[in-house]
């Protein structure tokens, strides 16, 4: 009797194994022939050649799965520990597509982030085209979200090795005055939109693994200066408040492979009234750049409170 021991640390075995180890239950009578054994990160399986060979092929793609969409159903056991022809035909991908053709990430507690609106899914058609992507338009159309999920879809597709997301460090119309604690906690509040957003596709305690080995990377923009971005992805969020100097300042860190995803609403300028926003300068002269695609989102993006729309439209008589 031979032994094969799978390491379990890249998914939640939480969802792996199921409520009350109801899939590791399934497992288990799939290979009746096997001695299965989890321990904390780490299955041992005891058993001949033959055996093992077939069973590690078949839990590699159920490790896939749950690593890519952080989700696990009966359906989708059964479908990946079934017949090879099956596994082919439908690798990695759930079972109702009708559902979750157009998601980008399936998040935690089941959650789906898909792009809803029409100009959102130009945002995912254009960043696949693009290497940079403008993305403006008021509040509550998506933006920002709809950036943050392309970038996680990316980084769990293995198609970049880190993300990093930035903001400049201004406020809203407010003076704070000093802010108490390290400098983390000076400008985590300026970050919390972004740190929302990762909350919604990525699983508390694998976030925290990200934040910590710098695979996910959360900065005010005055840290991204003299760094080259590469095998990244980079949002650059709330542009409108960033100067001219500083938009160029981002836009010239980009390394070979990376994407760049700028987004901002030209009608909510945080800058001093004598301070240009650079966003405005940007959209002026990189319009016919390409590689580079302007999308502008509008009321009709609006996917927060119907009133939100309603809020815009009546600001937008006074402006």
Known sequence: MNELKISIDNVNPAVLWGPNNDHFEIIKKQY?????VARGNE???LGDD???????EKFSHLLNHVEKFENLNITDLERILGSKATLSAMPEQPNDKSTTGDVLVFGPNGILVKARTA???RMVSGIDKNDILFAIGPAGTGKTYTAVALAVRALKNKEIKRIILTRPAVEAGENLGFLPGDLKEKIDPYLRPLYDALDDMIPAEKLKVYLENRT??????????????????????????ATDM????FLTRMGPSAKFIVTGDVTQIDLPKKQQSGLHTALRILTDIKGIELIYLTGEDVVRHKLVKRILEAYGDIQ
């Open 32 to 36: 009746p022939k096997l001695k299965l």
């Open 43 to 45: 299955l041992k399986v």
């Open 50 to 56: 033959h055996e093992l060979t077939v069973f590690d």
């Open 119 to 121: 100009n959102q899914k």
């Open 216 to 241: 996910i990377e959360i900065a005010p923009l005055a840290f991204m200066r003299g760094r080259t971005l590469d095998n990244c992805f980079v949002i650059l969020d709330e542009a409108q408040n």
């Open 246 to 249: 500083q938009l160029k300042m």
